[in-house]
């Protein structure tokens, strides 16, 4: 169950419209898995600053359970995603930043238990 996070200081009217459909279905296949098991926040217009500066900006935070635990796999979705992000975005690389997040399946709540007894 992959969680991607967009947080982005680009007003709402510069980020275009369905980007979070079109990020769901990029990270599937980024990460080889079921588009019906990723959840996509996209939150626009906040307050950030990054490199010292105010400039429009991205930090993205990709969470999986056995996809993103090894700098190898890391360093291919890595570039994916930042292909994706600076083509959607229209910002420099130096502009966007990733975070990516191991998760267990014990930390994944659903139907009333976690992911480890599904």
Do not use: Y
Request: proline share 7%; hydrophobic share 40%; aromatic share 6%.
């Amino acid at each position: 169950m992959p969680f991607i996070e967009l947080d982005t200081n680009l007003p709402a009217n510069r980020v275009p419209a369905g980007l979070e459909k079109r990020l769901c279905a990029a990270t599937a296949a980024i990460l080889g898995k079921p588009e019906d098991r990723v959840s996509v926040t996209v939150r626009p217009g906040l307050t950030m600053a990054m490199g010292g500066t105010t400039e429009p900006c991205v930090q993205l935070v990709v969470s999986s359970i056995g996809v993103v635990g090894t700098a190898e796999d890391n360093r291919g979705h890595s570039a994916q995603f930042f292909e994706f992000l600076t083509k959607e975005l229209a910002l420099d690389q130096d502009r966007i930043i990733i975070r990516f997040c191991p998760l267990e399946p014990w930390q994944i709540g659903k139907k009333g238990t976690v992911m480890t007894f599904l």
